[in-house]
C-alpha cells in the first residue's frame, strides 16, 4: 500500500512539475514572439540565449559610445557643465575648471563654483521651459590678487530630461577685444575720410 500512494504521489509530481514546465514553455514563446530572434526553429531556450548574447553585446557598444562622448566633452575646448534637478553639478569638463578654476566640481552645488546670478536665472529658465536659451553677459571675479575683474561669457543652456540642464559656456574676450579693435580701426578711417588733407599753398 505504502508502494501504490508513493507511486501515485510520484505521478501527481511529475505532473505538476510538466504542466509547470508546460506554463513556462509558454511564457517564453509570449516573449520570444516581441523579438526577432533567429532561427525561429530552434528552441526557446536557445532562442533565449541567442537574445541575451545579443543584448550583452549592444550593452558593450553602448558602453563604449557612451565612453566615447565623455571622452569629446571632456576634451572639448568649450566650457561645458550638467546639473542635476537640486543644481549639484553631474559632470563638469576641462575648459570649464580651467575657466572657472574648480578642482573638484562633481557633485556641487552649481552656485558654489560659478557665483553667477545671470546663469543661474539661465538654467532655470531652461528646466522651466524645457528648451533651449542663450545668454551674453559681464561675469565677475575675484583674481588672486583680491581685485575684482569681469569677463564677458555666452552661454547656452539645453534641457537634458529629468531635470538636468547642459550648459556650454564660451569666454568672448577675445571676440569683444577683436571687435572693439575692429570698431576703432573703423572709426579711425572714417575721421581721416571726413577730414580734409591739410594742402599747402605753393611759394611764390
Wanted: proline share 4%; with cysteine; net charge negative.
Amino acid at each position: 500500500m505504502e508502494l501504490i500512494f508513493l507511486g501515485v504521489g510520484l505521478l501527481l509530481g511529475l505532473a505538476v512539475w510538466f504542466w509547470q514546465w508546460q506554463q513556462v514553455q509558454h511564457a517564453l514563446e509570449m516573449l520570444l514572439e516581441q523579438y526577432t530572434v533567429r532561427p525561429f526553429k530552434s528552441s526557446p531556450w536557445q532562442r533565449l540565449q541567442t537574445l541575451l548574447s545579443q543584448q550583452l553585446q549592444e550593452q558593450e557598444r553602448c558602453r563604449q559610445q557612451l565612453l566615447r562622448s565623455q571622452k569629446l566633452v571632456e576634451y572639448a575646448p568649450i566650457a561645458y557643465f550638467e546639473v542635476d534637478e537640486a543644481d549639484c553639478v553631474v559632470c563638469c569638463n576641462a575648459a570649464a575648471r580651467s575657466l572657472f578654476g574648480c578642482a573638484h566640481p562633481q557633485g556641487r552645488l552649481f552656485l558654489e563654483l560659478v557665483r553667477s546670478y545671470e546663469l543661474d536665472c539661465l538654467i532655470e529658465e531652461v528646466r522651466q521651459g524645457q528648451t533651449m536659451r542663450e545668454q551674453e553677459w559681464l561675469y565677475a571675479y575675484l583674481t588672486p590678487t583680491g581685485q575684482t575683474k569681469r569677463k564677458p561669457l555666452r552661454a547656452r543652456g539645453l534641457f537634458l530630461g529629468e531635470g538636468h540642464v547642459g550648459v556650454f559656456i564660451e569666454d568672448c574676450e577675445e571676440v569683444v577685444r577683436l571687435r572693439d579693435e575692429r570698431d576703432r580701426w573703423a572709426a579711425d578711417v572714417a575721421h581721416e575720410l571726413k577730414t580734409p588733407p591739410n594742402i599747402l599753398a605753393p611759394c611764390c
